[in-house]
C-alpha cells in the first residue's frame, strides 16, 4: 500500500514544483495588490476585488478555459509569447504553474489583504513624518508588520495550487512526467483497472500535504494576531 512507485513520485514531486512556483511567482503581485485594496481608494476598486475572487467562484474548467484561449499558442497572449519570445505555457509544466497559480491567487490575497487593513496606519504616518519615503514606510513599517498574513496567503495558496485540477487539465491536459500532477494522476488511476492502491496512496499523500498547509497557515494567522495585540 505504501510502496510509491516511481510514476507516483514523478507525480508528487511535479505537483510540489509547479506549487512552489506557483506561489512564489505569485507572492509579490499578491502583495502589491493586497495592499492596493487595503490602503487606497479608487473607482473600480470593488470590481477589482470581485475579478481577484472570480476563479473561487467560476468552475474551474472555465478558467482553464480562458487561459488556453489566452495563453494558448494561439491565444491573444500565448501567441506574442510563443512567436517572439519562445516561451510556451500549453501543456507545459509552466502552464500548470500558471493555473494554479491563477486558482490559488484569491486565497493569497486575502490574508495579505486582511493583515495590511489590520496595522494602525499611525505607525505608517509616524514613519512618514520623520523623512520616509513611501517605498521605504512599506519595506520597513508595513511588511514586516504584515509579514504573518503573507505567510499565511503563501501557505494557503501553496495548499489550493497541490489540489487544482480543474483549470490545469483543461489548460495543459494530462501529460505523465510533464503536466501530470497528484490530482490529474489520481484521476487516471481510479479509471484504470486495479489503480485503486495507487490512487488510494496519491490520496494519502494530498491529504497529508493538504493538512500540513493548513495547520501551518493557522499557526501564522495566529501569529499575526498576537503580534497585532502586542503579544
Known sequence: MF???????????????????????????GIALAWLLARRDFWGKSFLDALVHLPLVLPPVVTGYLLLLTFGRRGLVGGFL????????????????????????????????????????????????LGAAPWKVF???????????????????????????????????????ETQTISS?????????????????????SIGLALGALIAAEWFARRATARLHGN
Open 3 to 29: 510502496d510509491i512507485s516511481p510514476a507516483e513520485w514523478t507525480a508528487i514531486l511535479l505537483s510540489l514544483r509547479v506549487a512552489v512556483i506557483a506561489t512564489l511567482v505569485a507572492t509579490p503581485f
Open 82 to 129: 510563443a512567436d517572439h519570445l519562445g516561451i510556451v505555457f500549453s501543456f507545459r509544466w509552466t502552464g500548470a504553474a500558471l493555473a494554479c497559480g491563477v486558482m490559488a491567487f484569491p486565497l493569497l490575497v486575502r490574508p495579505m489583504r486582511l493583515s495590511i487593513e489590520a496595522i494602525d496606519r499611525r505607525l505608517e504616518q509616524a514613519a512618514e513624518t
Open 139 to 177: 519595506f520597513t513599517v508595513t511588511l514586516p508588520l504584515a509579514l504573518p498574513g503573507v505567510l499565511a496567503g503563501m501557505v494557503l495558496g501553496f495548499a489550493k495550487a497541490i489540489g487544482e485540477f480543474g483549470a490545469t487539465i483543461t489548460f495543459v491536459s494530462n501529460i505523465p512526467g
Open 185 to 205: 494522476a489520481i484521476y487516471s488511476l481510479i479509471q484504470t483497472p486495479d489503480g485503486d492502491a495507487a490512487a488510494g496512496r496519491l490520496v494519502i499523500v
